[in-house]
């Protein structure tokens, strides 16, 4: 724990976030525990059929979408939100002015994703991946998104002078590219008279590689960026390695999803193309992982007294997982035979769960307490969610890749027949839906800190406490 | 970096050059591909479905048959999925053309529904698979769709509908039936005309040998 007295003008910018972000953070951390509820529901109904089955809502088939969705779009994108608004905030040394719009966006952009829920369980899904909410609603969602833009923007270009740091470049980049990734994938597959079928695949493929590659992952590494050096009060190790970092990362990773369309109905150009980009993307990944990694040499021991250094570390280890497994998996041979396995879904959950979500989770233990002025208010429960998620995530991913590879070598023998694919796979889903299990209990954890913390700041008792800032 | 501008472009381009090759390129292309006319017999290929499938395309979206089901035929000289009999050539862009969405799938946690109409033995058996489908194929783990169907007390003759050969857990009683519901039976209308055996120019019979 260390205690550090701010600046005033970071004083003011801060309490001109507290409530927009604050919301953010708390429609998430809610998304959160469903998402993870609704995961395990799935996971275990792939193993037990029987398991809560008869209304239609609870057919997996809706299930399963809707958890997706309200992970990235309810949990991952709302936490996203209120990470972006106060690191460009923060960055720029700005304070937000119109508190009022911010915040009715975070309650537009939530009511949407509870309205899209709905609709997913009702059935008035098209089963278009990521973009299962019906179309007006995700015009809710899209409104809703340029108003929190906006303000994004407003603040970069109100920024203190000076030169403008690494973190705020991936913000900005994210910020330009979701709103036009969102709009095509809608106004090509979802809105009014969607493309013919022979286009949709490419899009629908791009589509879903762009929201964790363009959209959750840049936010992701530019709370990394922000985090490692503030936390341990030193400068990045290479400048020229943020440049070369950033720049590859966006060179290359809108094309990846292509790799995952190998045989399919599409240009073989294109498949080859992504398998290109998935590979290239090594230099990256491998950049940017020195430059963090680099940061923290000779450090390491500062994991133990900062909670919020220890999951940023923890999502960077995810992201060297994620996409280094992701250049061997797009190597043609491999992905032709663990295309359509369980290997599919265990780089998913990593990515999801462990890169984009442990991040996220190292930002918002930095930023709520410098919010509230009050230190989180329990340290034990911070542990419990820090090792829940780690060893779940990592015991899950293991499970999804093992059984996912013996299912990709019975699905690719014509000698063995499909159940046998299915008889392989079910122990490791077994195990997989469990660690789902684990990652709620986790999500819970975080869950009530968060609102044990929001809501201390009303105690009179805590109010004349020395405002000590953890991070 | 000081310079805004060539952030705000080169962020810009990158994302362009994507979407140039990723969206607007198949928006061109894939985008106007045309059913073909076969010369000799005038028929069109691939056929268009029947107002019954084309509604059932709908319950299949609905359900999210294709979060475990993919409809993806790959060529023999990648995989296998000639030799294990998902049909009988790879699918191209083209057989997607009567498809909204196109439920081209990524995992195969159930059997790959190409080709299915080819392989379903009757309607009949399409209704007990979706009524109760570890009744059908032992293992399965295909969930049961009984919200799909109405089971009702016969009065006088059975129903002409009423499913038959229903055994397992939800087998109705002796003096009552299961009659499929609309849905139901546009959805195996649906089911039934997944047959990607027709000719196409671009893709020819594949043979493993």
Not at chain 1, 52 to 63: C, M, V
Not at chain 1, 133 to 150: E, K, M, Q, R, T
Not at chain 1, 238 to 244: A, G, K, P, T
Request: glycine content about 10%; overall charge positive; some cysteine.
């Amino acid at each position: 724990m260390i205690a550090s007295a701010q600046s005033p003008i970071l004083e003011k910018v801060d309490a001109s976030l507290r409530l927009p972000v604050l919301i953010f953070f708390g429609c998430a951390a809610c998304w959160l525990v469903l998402g993870t509820f609704l995961c395990a529901v799935a996971g275990f109904k792939l193993v037990w059929p029987g398991f809560l089955d008869g209304p239609a809502f609870l057919t997996y088939g809706r299930i399963a979408p809707a958890a997706v969705n309200v992970l990235v779009y309810g949990w991952a994108s709302s936490a996203a939100f209120g990470i972006v608004l106060w690191l460009l905030a923060r960055l720029g040394r700005t304070p937000l002015d119109y508190v009022v719009l911010p915040v009715a966006a975070a309650i537009f952009w939530n009511v949407g994703v509870f309205l899209g829920l709905l609709a997913i369980l009702a059935g008035y899904s098209r089963s278009v991946f990521l973009l299962e909410f019906p179309g007006f609603i995700s015009g809710i969602l899209f409104i809703a998104y340029l108003f929190i833009a906006v303000w994004g923007i407003v603040l970069f270009r109100r920024r203190a002078p000076g030169s403008v740091f690494v973190s705020a470049w991936y913000l900005l980049a994210a910020l330009l590219w979701f709103p036009w990734l969102y709009f095509t994938g809608n106004a090509l597959l979802i809105w009014g008279h969607p493309v013919s079928g022979p286009a949709q695949a490419p899009i629908a493929s791009w589509f879903a590689s762009g929201i964790i590659n363009l959209w959750l992952a840049p936010v992701a590494l530019s709370a990394a960026f922000y985090l490692i050096p503030q936390i341990l009060g030193r400068r990045l190790v290479s400048y020229n390695l943020s440049l070369l970092g950033f720049w590859s990362f966006a060179v290359f990773a809108a094309w990846t999803g292509m790799a995952q369309l190998i045989g399919g109905p599409v240009p073989a150009w294109m498949v080859s193309a992504g398998v290109v980009a998935s590979i290239l993307l090594f230099i990256p990944v491998l950049v940017i992982s020195i430059n963090l990694l680099g940061t923290m040499r000779g450090s390491f021991e500062a994991w133990l007294w900062s909670p919020s250094l220890r999951f940023t570390l923890a999502g960077a280890g995810a992201f060297l997982l994620v996409y280094v497994s992701g250049v061997l998996l797009a190597l043609p041979g491999v992905n032709a035979v663990f295309h359509f396995s369980d290997v599919l879904l265990g780089q998913g959950a990593l990515a999801l769960f462990g890169f984009v979500s442990m991040s996220f989770f190292g930002a918002i233990y930095y930023i709520v307490p410098r919010l509230t002025g009050q230190a989180w208010p329990s340290d034990g429960l911070i542990r419990w969610h820090f090792w829940l998620f780690t060893v779940a995530v990592g015991t899950g991913y293991l499970c999804l890749m093992f059984g996912g590879m013996t299912q990709g070598f019975a699905l690719s023998d014509p000698g063995v027949d499909f159940s046998s694919s299915v008889a392989f796979a079910t122990p490791f889903r077994l195990m997989a839906a469990l660690c789902a299990i684990a990652l709620l209990v986790g999500a819970a954890c975080f869950t009530g800190l968060f609102f044990r913390a929001v809501l201390s700041v009303f105690e009179p008792a805590a109010k004349s406490s020395a405002p000590a800032v953890t991070v | 970096m000081n310079r805004m501008p060539l952030l705000v472009f080169g962020v810009f381009l990158t994302f362009a050059a994507a979407w140039l090759g990723l969206v607007a390129y198949p928006y061109v292309t894939l985008g106007q591909l045309q059913p073909v006319t076969d010369e000799n017999s005038g028929d069109v290929y691939p056929p268009s479905l029947s107002g019954l499938a084309a509604t059932g395309q709908k319950v299949y979206a609905s359900n999210g048959c294709v979060y475990c089901h993919s409809q993806q035929v790959r060529p023999a000289y990648l995989t296998s999925d000639i030799a294990n009999k998902l049909g009988p050539r790879r699918t191209v862009a083209r057989d997607y053309l009567r498809d909204q969405p196109a439920f081209t799938g990524s995992l195969r946690i159930g059997q790959d529904l190409t080709n299915y109409g080819l392989r379903a033995p009757s309607v009949n058996e399409i209704h007990r698979h979706l009524y109760d489908a570890q009744a059908v194929v032992r293992g399965s783990i295909m969930p049961s769709y009984r919200f799909l169907y109405t089971m009702r007390k016969i009065s006088g003759q059975p129903s002409n509908g009423a499913l038959t050969g229903l055994t397992g857990r939800h087998a109705p009683a002796p003096g009552f039936e299961v009659v499929p519901t609309e849905d139901a039976t546009v959805l195996a209308a649906y089911l039934l005309s997944l047959k990607r055996d027709y000719p196409l120019p671009e893709a020819p019979q594949e043979t493993t040998e």
